[in-house]
């Protein structure tokens, strides 16, 4: 997550990344969407099925987030996830709903499913492949420069 992120929320979505890993899903952490809006997590397994996870640090942190509901339409299950302190009366009963720390997480709540539809799946599968690779490759060799591979 970026560096403005709290290392709440930083622990909150590894946290959640291992708990998607037991769940079959590969996952990445702020996922930017054609919308210009950036995921928290998100998660696809082996048949496709796309959950995001927006992360919440605290009521405050929910409080001015306005941003999520724009995510239901690129996922198949959408999640909060936040810690065992959170008052949860404060986030909707309508979506998913994952208690996470540091070391893992568990589902509190399940998801609707959203059933998104093909052509919103392959963009959106297409984007996730694209950026797995291009951090890949950032990782591989620090000093390339973003845009210049070849």
Request: aromatic share 10%; glycine share 6%; hydrophobic share 45%.
């Amino acid at each position: 997550m970026s560096a403005a992120r709290s290392d709440k929320g930083v622990k909150l979505a590894r946290g959640v990344q291992k708990l998607l890993v037991d769940m079959g899903y590969d996952s990445l952490m702020e996922v930017n969407l054609r919308i210009r809006r950036r995921v928290d997590v998100m998660g696809i397994n082996d048949k496709g099925r796309i959950i995001i996870v927006e992360v919440k640090s605290g009521p405050a942190d929910y409080r001015v987030d306005e941003k999520w509901s724009d995510y239901l339409e690129f996922c198949d299950e959408f999640y909060f996830a936040v810690d065992a302190d959170f008052p949860r009366d404060l986030l909707p009963e309508t979506h998913g709903l994952i208690i996470a720390d540091g070391f893992g997480g568990a589902i509190a709540r399940a998801s609707s499913d959203f059933n998104l539809n093909a052509a919103r799946r392959r963009n959106v599968t297409l984007r996730f492949a694209r950026i797995a690779a291009r951090r890949l490759l950032e990782t591989e060799n620090p000093l390339q420069e973003k845009f210049n591979v070849f």
